[in-house]
């Protein structure tokens, strides 16, 4: 079956989303998400130049072939661009397999391992307070788990806050350039503790608690801030440290029982290898597109499982409703599938570009069987939304030290 065409869409349906869709010669066509937070045009710039002219004529189902072809054959292996981009091109293939093989993709994969996709919302504020009431309402939504991110008093942004904007879409669409946020490890070493105290006197064992540290501590900080959450029984801390120093997971796993997820920046099985061999984590967060396509995120499930390791990708603002689909069908199939992040239905403007349906029962997702990824994306509403350059924040120490991870 002839891959008769490619096509790169970019538009701003709120915020910036980078979709692919791959045409065969009878028309079916497969979708996949190529979004690179802060970098969009790059991806769009590796798949148009580099991408679709060595692929437009080879047979779209050979996906292990391609994905083989694209990534060693690019001799410049690896890299969040290039692997965003290959990433798009593999989702959009089993978007195909799927269709003409009119079966939804987690059939493809061996079917279901579990009726329905844990999720984990994010319940965020300005205030402990605040955000035990949106925790609150989390819970009367049957939600399992939650995620709590809280501004750190005193401070000015603080990652997962919406810095009182309404929404995860107004507030990452609008940055001409990127915010600097002021960050203290100490402050932030101080107050954490106690937004987990106060949530379990409030609410109890019962809910899944976990946090995302976004890799702004240093191994012995991270250590000592999850010994200090033991009491509060965390399903998971994630980032702790930055992946760039794995051995930074061996200092902590030696300080802690606290489980520990990171992986949402991994683009490769290798980026992970190391971790998940020496069980220094205990959940890989890579999305399907970051991760170079499903075909590598399979790989990696497995090899997670053979460790006790368990998945629970990345979900965040910036993946398109076309990942989140990916997720359905991979969170359906992968017998250690963990929790799923989960921001939410998207806006009308979002669904307007992006047609799918989920539902969210008890804090399960459940979706509808159809063939391929189940997701379609309307043209002619995504003109209405161009592209908008936006980027992400850099954090900045006290004394001015550049503190990003
Ligand atoms: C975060 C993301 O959701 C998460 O776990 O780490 O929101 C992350 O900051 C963005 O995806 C970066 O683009
Ligand atoms: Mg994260």
Not at 161 to 179: A, C, I, S, V, W
Not at 254 to 274: M, R, S
Not at 372 to 381: H, K, S
Request: aromatic fraction near 12%; glycine fraction near 8%.
């Amino acid at each position: 079956m002839k891959i008769k065409d490619i096509k790169v869409f970019v538009c701003c349906p709120g915020r910036n989303f980078v979709t692919v869709k791959v045409i065969t010669e009878d028309g079916t066509y497969g979708l996949g998400d190529a979004t690179l937070n802060g970098r969009e045009m790059a991806v769009v710039a590796y798949l148009e130049e580099h991408i679709v002219p060595c692929l437009l004529g080879r047979d779209a189902h050979q996906i292990e072939d391609i994905w083989q072809y694209l990534y060693k054959g690019a001799y410049w292996q690896n890299g969040a661009v290039s692997m965003a981009a290959i990433g798009a091109i593999d989702m959009a293939l089993w978007d195909i397999k799927g269709k003409l093989a009119n079966m939804p993709v987690y059939q493809l994969l061996g079917g279901k391992s579990r009726k329905g996709v844990t999720v984990y919302g994010h319940a965020n504020g300005e205030t402990i307070e605040e955000v035990l009431n949106n925790l609150g309402t989390f819970i009367k939504e049957g939600y399992k788990a939650v995620r709590l991110q809280c501004t750190i008093p005193n401070t000015k942004g603080t990652y997962g806050t919406m810095e009182g904007k309404k929404n995860y879409y107004e507030l990452q669409g609008n940055r001409p350039l990127p915010p600097e946020q002021v960050w203290s490890t100490d402050r932030y070493m101080n107050f954490i503790p106690e937004l987990f105290k106060q949530a379990r006197e409030k609410f109890g064992y019962e809910i899944a608690l976990c946090h995302d540290v976004h890799s702004r501590l240093t191994p012995i900080e991270a250590s000592r801030l999850c010994k200090l959450l033991e009491p509060y029984k965390l399903l998971f801390i994630e980032d702790a440290v930055t992946t760039e120093n794995a051995e930074g997971y061996k200092v902590i796993r030696e300080h802690t029982d606290t489980p520990l997820a990171t992986g949402e920046k991994f683009n490769t099985l290798w980026d992970a290898k190391e971790m998940i061999q020496n069980q220094w984590i205990d959940y890989v967060r890579t999305a399907v597109p970051h991760g170079g396509g499903l075909t590598p995120l399979k790989k990696l499930a497995d090899f997670a499982s053979l460790h006790h390791v368990r998945m629970a990708p990345h979900g965040a603002p910036d993946l398109s409703p076309v990942c989140v689909m990916a997720h359905m069908h991979f969170n359906l199939w992968a017998p250690n599938f963990g929790v799923q992040e989960f921001i939410g239905f998207g806006t009308p403007e979002l669904n307007e570009v992006f047609q799918y349906k989920i539902e969210l029962k008890e804090g399960l997702l459940y979706m509808d069987d159809k063939p391929g990824w189940g997701i379609d994306f309307v043209e002619e509403a995504a003109k209405k939304y161009p592209y908008k350059r936006s980027y992400l924040p850099v954090n900045r120490l006290e004394d001015g030290t550049l503190w990003n991870w």
